[in-house]
């Protein structure tokens, strides 16, 4: 009996260690293809910068809050939905057959979120950066507001990452993803926006709590529903 | 009696309309009569959220079994759900007319059906681009459950951390103002029961109409 219990357990931690290696490898491979190419990177950048000139043309300097929150952020979700969009193109046609016998669907979406989200993190700093070098930053707790921005950017890209998943299997890609992804974000994107609004005024920890707090919840939830819902998604 | 709960649904309605037309109610500055709308507009998104749950039940019962009926279920009921969400916020934009005086207003429980409304019309666009019938039964389900614990998460916690017009949110007295009289609750209850049977009933009609079209097919 022992030895038997002991054997399951022995399985299944090997399957966790080899679901770990998968990602990381997965992972490197789309980190190596992405710097080699830079096709999705450059095209987010040359984005992020052309749209925030714009808002900077237009503005000149935004000391209304509110509007710089917004600008920030609807720059933001659509960099990022840009970037997500082709997520899962080299995944989905002749190659499937090849990642479906290499790895399990659960490394897969896991390594997805992971690449999607790093992509998210240098979009974000840099639509920060260059926000405060063209039209100024009225935060008043800049610490607080690193932690919103971290975890909205976060939520963002596992949404669209399971999003562009299902539309990938679909023969309008592109519209698709924003359609399945803009309605379901709103809470994530809401909650990330009433969070660096506070933080904007100033406000500390004690008021934002609650903000940060559901973020870091709704994050949770998506990627559990993501791990649990991908393989289904996967095996059709 | 196997449709005992149909003849149920017609008396519950008959009574819902005709008690909650005549029964009286309590006068309230800004509501008076108005306040009668409370049987009609608010059990309609109870029935829509029932129907919707309804679905994805189906939905996750169609991802372990993959039979196909299970995805005709709950397509139909998604529809029928789409039909009383219209039908609250038509309910519900006249009765803003008359009390907060607009059509509409940047209200986060009128956000919150906006939001319902896109989420379950993306579920129709997303079937209906894809052909394949396994596929389809199988994507669609898992978007119907992913969507909806997100929805879930945001007409239930959201609401809670902002300001609202509605009873119940934001400093605005609530249901318990209409609790202490007992004639409205007399008509109230039986009427989310009502609408939500009449929910069921269409969706079911709805159901057997689709798989007979497939049968045909077929």
Request: aromatic residues 14%.
């Given at each position: 009996?022992?030895?038997?219990?002991?054997?399951?357990?022995?399985?299944?931690?090997?399957?966790?260690?080899?679901?770990?290696?998968?990602?990381?490898?997965?992972?490197?491979?789309?980190?190596?293809?992405?710097?080699?190419?830079k096709?999705t990177?450059?095209?987010?950048?040359?984005?992020?910068?052309?749209?925030?000139?714009?808002a900077?043309?237009?503005?000149?300097?935004?000391?209304?809050?509110?509007?710089?929150?917004?600008?920030l952020?609807?720059?933001?979700?659509f960099?990022s939905?840009?970037?997500?969009?082709?997520?899962?193109?080299?995944?989905?046609?002749?190659?499937f057959?090849?990642?479906y016998?290499?790895?399990?669907?659960q490394?897969?979406?896991?390594?997805?979120?992971?690449?999607?989200?790093?992509?998210?993190?240098v979009?974000?700093?840099?639509?920060?950066?260059?926000?405060?070098?063209?039209?100024?930053?009225?935060?008043?707790?800049?610490?607080?507001?690193?932690?919103?921005?971290?975890?909205?950017?976060?939520?963002?890209?596992?949404?669209?990452?399971?999003?562009?998943?299902?539309?990938?299997?679909?023969?309008?890609?592109a519209t698709?993803?924003?359609?399945?992804s803009?309605?379901?974000?709103?809470?994530?994107?809401?909650?990330?926006?009433?969070?660096?609004?506070?933080?904007?005024?100033?406000?500390?920890?004690?008021?934002?709590?609650?903000?940060?707090?559901?973020?870091?919840?709704?994050?949770v939830?998506v990627?559990?529903?993501s791990?649990?819902?991908?393989?289904?998604?996967?095996?059709? | 009696?196997?449709?005992w709960?149909?003849?149920l649904?017609?008396?519950?309605?008959?009574?819902?309309?005709?008690g909650?037309?005549?029964?009286?109610?309590?006068?309230?500055?800004?509501?008076?009569?108005?306040?009668?709308?409370?049987?009609?507009?608010?059990?309609?998104?109870?029935?829509?959220?029932?129907?919707?749950l309804?679905?994805?039940?189906?939905?996750?019962?169609?991802?372990?079994?993959?039979?196909?009926?299970?995805?005709?279920?709950?397509?139909?009921?998604?529809?029928?759900?789409?039909?009383?969400?219209?039908?609250?916020?038509?309910?519900?934009?006249?009765?803003?007319?008359?009390?907060?005086?607009?059509?509409?207003?940047?209200d986060?429980?009128?956000?919150?059906?906006?939001?319902?409304?896109?989420?379950?019309?993306?579920?129709?666009?997303?079937?209906?681009?894809?052909?394949?019938?396994?596929?389809?039964?199988?994507?669609?389900?898992?978007?119907?459950?992913?969507?909806?614990?997100?929805?879930?998460?945001?007409?239930?916690?959201?609401?809670?951390?902002?300001?609202?017009?509605?009873?119940?949110?934001?400093?605005?007295?609530?249901?318990?103002?209409?609790?202490?009289?007992?004639?409205?609750?007399?008509?109230?209850?039986?009427?989310?029961?009502?609408?939500?049977?009449?929910?069921?009933?269409?969706?079911?009609?709805?159901?057997?109409?689709?798989?007979?079209?497939?049968?045909?097919?077929?």
């Amino acid at each position: 009996m022992e030895t038997k219990f002991e054997f399951h357990y022995l399985c299944e931690k090997l399957g966790q260690i080899a679901l770990s290696k998968e990602i990381v490898q997965l992972l490197k491979k789309d980190i190596t293809v992405e710097l080699r190419q830079k096709a999705t990177l450059n095209g987010i950048l040359l984005y992020v910068v052309s749209t925030v000139f714009i808002a900077y043309l237009i503005f000149s300097s935004i000391e209304e809050l509110s509007t710089w929150v917004a600008i920030l952020w609807i720059i933001l979700l659509f960099a990022s939905t840009n970037a997500s969009i082709n997520s899962f193109r080299k995944e989905a046609g002749r190659e499937f057959f090849y990642y479906y016998s290499l790895a399990q669907p659960q490394a897969i979406i896991l390594s997805k979120m992971i690449f999607n989200a790093l992509l998210q993190l240098v979009i974000a700093g840099l639509t920060i950066l260059l926000f405060t070098f063209l039209l100024g930053n009225p935060i008043e707790n800049m610490r607080l507001f690193y932690l919103v921005l971290f975890l909205g950017s976060l939520g963002i890209s596992t949404i669209l990452s399971l999003s562009s998943a299902i539309a990938s299997k679909t023969n309008n890609n592109a519209t698709l993803t924003a359609i399945l992804s803009f309605p379901i974000m709103l809470p994530t994107l809401l909650t990330a926006i009433k969070a660096s609004m506070l933080c904007g005024l100033g406000f500390s920890w004690d008021e934002c709590q609650v903000y940060i707090v559901t973020l870091a919840l709704l994050n949770v939830v998506v990627i559990m529903l993501s791990y649990i819902l991908f393989p289904y998604l996967w095996r059709s | 009696m196997r449709n005992w709960w149909k003849a149920l649904t017609v008396i519950l309605l008959l009574y819902t309309i005709i008690g909650g037309l005549l029964i009286p109610v309590p006068k309230q500055v800004i509501l008076y009569e108005s306040i009668r709308n409370l049987y009609f507009h608010v059990p309609m998104w109870f029935s829509m959220i029932f129907l919707f749950l309804m679905s994805v039940v189906y939905s996750i019962k169609g991802l372990s079994s993959n039979n196909l009926s299970h995805d005709t279920k709950a397509r139909e009921l998604v529809n029928a759900g789409i039909i009383f969400g219209i039908l609250g916020t038509i309910t519900g934009s006249i009765w803003a007319k008359f009390t907060w005086g607009a059509w509409w207003v940047n209200d986060v429980k009128l956000n919150g059906s906006a939001i319902t409304m896109l989420i379950y019309l993306a579920y129709i666009v997303l079937r209906g681009s894809l052909d394949d019938e396994q596929k389809r039964a199988r994507i669609s389900a898992v978007y119907n459950i992913f969507a909806f614990v997100l929805l879930l998460v945001f007409i239930g916690i959201l609401p809670r951390m902002t300001d609202s017009l509605h009873p119940g949110n934001g400093g605005n007295p609530g249901f318990n103002s209409y609790d202490t009289d007992k004639n409205m609750l007399m008509v109230f209850y039986p009427a989310v029961i009502g609408w939500i049977l009449l929910g069921w009933w269409i969706a079911s009609i709805r159901i057997r109409i689709s798989t007979l079209e497939q049968k045909l097919e077929a």
